[in-house]
């Protein structure tokens, strides 16, 4: 078992591109999260996926935005990069009342 | 909403020491409790959870954290570390309540756990 897979491993963009990360969950599991780490910081819960809704959002802007596929796979989408978007993105998975799994992220840079 | 609070940012202690990571939390609801561990350059990986139960909770490596529900704490523990838990701790919490897909992880800031030998 892979365990949850994150493409790519870093990024590196500038202002006002647009990003998109892709997440596999591990293997059994249906529920897609996604956080924001930045440098120094606990993650901070974007939103989560399930049955390919969106089921749950946290406080970041409509700029962020995501996507489950039929396989429980996901993606996350970021439009008009800020400088302050550059952080760690964790990809986490999960089975009903089962702990999260989480994925080693992917490091994105804006320049 | 909830919140956690970890109050020390960094721990430093001499290898084969005892150590405490301090996590206080609030809530409105009731919450499950975890502890993860971030080595440098990865991902998270789940130390140990208290879902319900004995309200001390032992988990990988050693670790075990005890839930005290008056003080709203869980702090995690180990009575001999070594060089190798070097790194970062985040105690995080979650609402009991599951709704399909609407479980989500508050955090704290993390505390940076450094062995000296």
């Known amino acids: 078992d892979a365990g949850v897979t994150q493409s790519p491993t870093h990024l590196i963009k500038t202002r006002g591109q647009q990003v998109t990360l892709r997440c596999s969950p591990k293997?059994?599991?249906?529920?897609v999260s996604w956080y924001q780490q930045a440098l120094g910081q606990g993650p901070q819960f974007i939103f989560q996926?399930?049955?390919?809704?969106?089921?749950q959002r946290g406080n970041f802007p409509d700029r962020f935005s995501g996507h489950q596929f039929p396989n429980y796979s996901s993606e996350l989408n970021v439009n008009a990069l800020l400088l302050g978007d550059s952080a760690l993105y964790l990809c986490?998975?999960?089975?009903?009342?089962?702990?999260?799994?989480f994925g080693p992220g992917t490091r994105l840079t804006v320049l | 909403a909830q919140s956690v609070t970890q109050l020390d940012s960094q721990v430093p202690v001499f290898e084969e020491a005892p150590v405490e990571l301090r996590c206080n939390y609030s809530?409105?609801?009731?919450?499950?409790l975890f502890w993860y561990v971030q080595y440098p350059n990865q991902g998270l990986q789940l130390l140990l959870k208290?879902?319900?139960?004995?309200?001390l909770v032992k988990g990988i490596n050693g670790f075990e954290a005890e839930f005290n529900k008056s003080q709203t704490s869980f702090h995690l523990r180990k009575p001999s570390v070594h060089i190798s838990d070097t790194a970062e701790y985040f105690c995080?919490?979650?609402?009991?309540?599951?709704?399909?897909?609407?479980?989500?992880?508050?955090f704290g800031q993390g505390t940076r756990l450094t062995i000296n030998p």
């Open positions: 986490a998975s999960s089975l009903e009342r089962t702990p999260q799994f």
């Open positions: 293997s059994g599991h249906d529920t």
């Open positions: 996926y399930y049955e390919e809704e969106e089921r």
């Open positions: 809530s409105s609801v009731s919450v499950y």
């Open positions: 208290y879902l319900s139960g004995s309200t």
């Open positions: 995080a919490v979650s609402d009991q309540r599951w709704e399909p897909g609407a479980q989500k992880l508050v």
